[in-house]
C-alpha cells in the first residue's frame, strides 16, 4: 500500500506562485514516477505533470507548459509542483498519483487533493 498526502493549496491572486508537494508513504520503492491532476469543480480530471523517478525527465500538459515546474527528492519520497503566473483558469482540487509502470497511462494510488482557487 502507498498513502500520498498533498499540502501547499491556498487561494491566491491572478499572477501569484504557490508550491504544493506531495509526501508518499508505504511501499514506494518500486515506482517508476509521480505525477499531478487537477480537477476543477464539473469538470473531468486533468493531467498536469508527470516525473520519473529514475532519471528526473519530466512532461507537462500544454496549458501549464511554462508556468509550472514538477520536481522530486526521491530521498524524501515527495514531488513538489512550483506554480508560477497561476490563473483563474488553474482553480481546481489538485491531486498527486504515483505510478508503478513506465507508461503514463495508469496511476495506481492517488492522494486525497488539495484546493487552489486563482482570483482574478
Known amino acids: 500500500q502507498v498513502q500520498l498526502v498533498e499540502s501547499g493549496g491556498g487561494l491566491v491572486q491572478a499572477g501569484d506562485s504557490l508550491r504544493l508537494s506531495c509526501a508518499a508513504s508505504?511501499?514506494?520503492?518500486?515506482?517508476?514516477?509521480m505525477g499531478w491532476f487537477r480537477q476543477a469543480p464539473g469538470k473531468e480530471r486533468d493531467f498536469v505533470a508527470d516525473?520519473?523517478?529514475?532519471?528526473?525527465?519530466?512532461y507537462y500538459a500544454d496549458s501549464v507548459k511554462g508556468r509550472f515546474t514538477i520536481s522530486r527528492d526521491n530521498a524524501k519520497n515527495t514531488v513538489y509542483l512550483q506554480m508560477n503566473g497561476l490563473k483563474p483558469e488553474d482553480t481546481a482540487v489538485y491531486y498527486c498519483?504515483?505510478?508503478?509502470?513506465?507508461?503514463?497511462?495508469?496511476?495506481?494510488?492517488w492522494g486525497q487533493g488539495t484546493q487552489v482557487t486563482v482570483s482574478s
Open positions: 508505504g511501499r514506494t520503492f518500486r515506482s517508476s514516477g
Open positions: 498519483a504515483i505510478r508503478f509502470q513506465y507508461g503514463r497511462s495508469r496511476y495506481d494510488y
Open positions: 516525473i520519473s523517478r529514475s532519471d528526473g525527465s519530466t
